[in-house]
Nanobody, 123 residues
Framework: QLQLVESGGGLVQPGGSHRLSCTAS????????IGWFRQAPGAEREGLLC????????NYLDSVKGRFTIFRDNAKNTVYLQMNNLKPEDTAVYYC????????????????WGQGTQVTVSS
């Protein structure tokens, strides 16, 4: 069964750091671009960052630039989202998804999605 599983969500204090994981089973992430996305309550899902098969990264959201990074560990078949200097407005369900190439167009991410993991930034 082909599956993506996000993990690492939780409650984080403002200004803190946190790392999310996106692990694939049933297929190898080496051959895919991976994107991280989030959806806050009452808001549309938005793209954050993407990493290509060549480890080229692209940032899709200005509000996370310089605070969030994406990197992969192919040996663990996992992609990570490192989040620093977290703010209450970063509270959302975070998702990862795969496709052949990075794109900022959300509708084009139509291959595999994880189930999401909740991150709450609050004191």
């Amino acid at each position: 069964q082909l599956q993506l599983v996000e993990s690492g969500g939780g409650l984080v204090q403002p200004g803190g750091s946190h790392r999310l994981s996106c692990t694939a089973s049933g297929f190898t992430l080496d051959y895919y671009a991976i994107g991280w996305f989030r959806q806050a309550p009452g808001a549309e899902r938005e793209g954050l960052l993407c990493i290509t098969t060549s480890d080229v990264t692209t940032n899709y959201l200005d509000s996370v630039k310089g605070r969030f990074t994406i990197f992969r560990d192919n040996a663990k078949n996992t992609v990570y989202l490192q989040m620093n200097n977290l703010k209450p407005e970063d509270t959302a369900v975070y998702y990862c998804a795969v496709r052949r190439y990075c794109t900022p167009h959300l509708a084009a991410w139509d291959e595999y999605w994880g189930q999401g993991t909740q991150v709450t930034v609050s004191s």
